[in-house]
C-alpha cells in the first residue's frame, strides 16, 4: 500500500498528499469513512464528489468536483476503468481513495496537460448517492 495522506473533515474538500517515491503499480482502494447508505452494484450510476491529483506532478490536482460546488453523476461504464473497478462495494456516505495505475487511468493519452502521459491517478471520492 502506498503511504498517501488525506486530510479533511467528511463535509470538506479533501486534502491529498502524496509520498515520494515510485507509485504503486496496482489499483489500491482503501475506505477512509465507510458509508451507512446503499452499496454501488457493478454498472451503477453514481453521484460522487471527488478530487484528483496526478503522481508525476507532485500531486498536484488536475480536477475535483468540490472547486465547481456541485456533485457529479455518471455511470461506472462511462469512465476510466480505476473508476469502474474501485467504486463497486463502496457505500453512500462513504469517502473512498484510489490509486490508479496509468493502465487503469489514461494511459499515454492524457487528456489534460495537467495529467502526465501514463501518470499514475489519485482520487478521493465521497459517494452521495447511487442508483
Known amino acids: 500500500m502506498s503511504a498517501v495522506q488525506v486530510a479533511g473533515q467528511k463535509t470538506d474538500k479533501p486534502v491529498i498528499t502524496l509520498p515520494g517515491g515510485e507509485p504503486p503499480t496496482e489499483l489500491e482502494i482503501t475506505d477512509l469513512i465507510e458509508g451507512d447508505g446503499a452499496e454501488v452494484p457493478a454498472q451503477a450510476t453514481v453521484t460522487v464528489h471527488y478530487v484528483g491529483v496526478s503522481w508525476k506532478n507532485g500531486g498536484q490536482q488536475f480536477d475535483a468536483s468540490w472547486d465547481r460546488g456541485d456533485t457529479i453523476s455518471f455511470g461506472l461504464n462511462q469512465v476510466i476503468a480505476g473508476w469502474t ?9 462513504g469517502r473512498r481513495m484510489l490509486v490508479i495505475p496509468p493502465d487503469m487511468g489514461y494511459g499515454a493519452q492524457s487528456p489534460t496537460p495537467a495529467i502526465a502521459p501514463n501518470d499514475t491517478l489519485v482520487f478521493v471520492i465521497d459517494l452521495v448517492a447511487v442508483r
Open 85 to 93: 473497478k474501485g467504486i463497486p462495494g463502496m457505500k453512500v456516505g
